[in-house]
C-alpha cells in the first residue's frame, strides 16, 4: 500500500490547492497508509497555520479514521488519543497521540512540562 505525507493530508483536508488536491486525490484512489508521525504533523499543521479549532481538529480525525481510502497507522491508538483530545480540547491533539503511543508501549508514566497533559491519568507533571 502506498503511504501518504503531510503536504498530501493537508492538501486533502483543506482543499485549498486544486492541482494538487486532483493529484493527491488520484494518489490515494487505491487506498494509502497514514503513519502516526504524519497524522499528528497534519493537525499541528491544521491547527497553527489554518487556524482549526479543537472540534475541527477532532472531526478531522475522525474523518481520517473512518475514511474508505486511508489506513490509520495504529486506528485503535489514534482513537483513544482522539477520545483524550475530545474531553480535553485544550490539549493539542499531538500530545494526547503522543501519549496514547506510550500507553500502548507500556511506557508510562509520561513526563510533561505541560501543566494541561499533566493532568491526564498517566502522565507526570515535571
Given at each position: 500500500?502506498?503511504?501518504?505525507?503531510?503536504?498530501?493530508?493537508?492538501r486533502l483536508i483543506t482543499r485549498d490547492d486544486a492541482k494538487q488536491v486532483a493529484a493527491g486525490e488520484e494518489f490515494v484512489r487505491n487506498g494509502a497508509?497514514?503513519?502516526?508521525?504524519?497524522?499528528?504533523?497534519?493537525?499541528?499543521v491544521l491547527a497553527t497555520v489554518y487556524r482549526?479549532?479543537?472540534?475541527?481538529?477532532?472531526?478531522t480525525v475522525e474523518?481520517?479514521?473512518?475514511?474508505?481510502?486511508?489506513t490509520l497507522q495504529d486506528s485503535e491508538t489514534v482513537a483513544a488519543a482522539l477520545q483524550i483530545f475530545r474531553t480535553r480540547p485544550a490539549l493539542s491533539f499531538s500530545d494526547c497521540l503522543i501519549l496514547e503511543v506510550a500507553?500502548?508501549?507500556?511506557?508510562?508514566?509520561l513526563g510533561?512540562?505541560?501543566?494541561?497533559?499533566?493532568?491526564?491519568a498517566g502522565v507526570e507533571k515535571l
Open positions: 500500500m502506498r503511504a501518504v505525507d503531510t503536504n498530501v493530508l493537508v497508509w497514514v503513519s502516526a508521525l504524519a497524522l499528528a504533523e497534519t493537525m499541528w482549526f479549532g479543537a472540534s475541527e481538529i477532532a472531526r474523518m481520517l479514521l473512518q475514511h474508505r481510502e486511508f500507553r500502548k508501549a507500556g511506557h508510562l508514566p510533561t512540562f505541560d501543566r494541561e497533559l499533566g493532568k491526564v
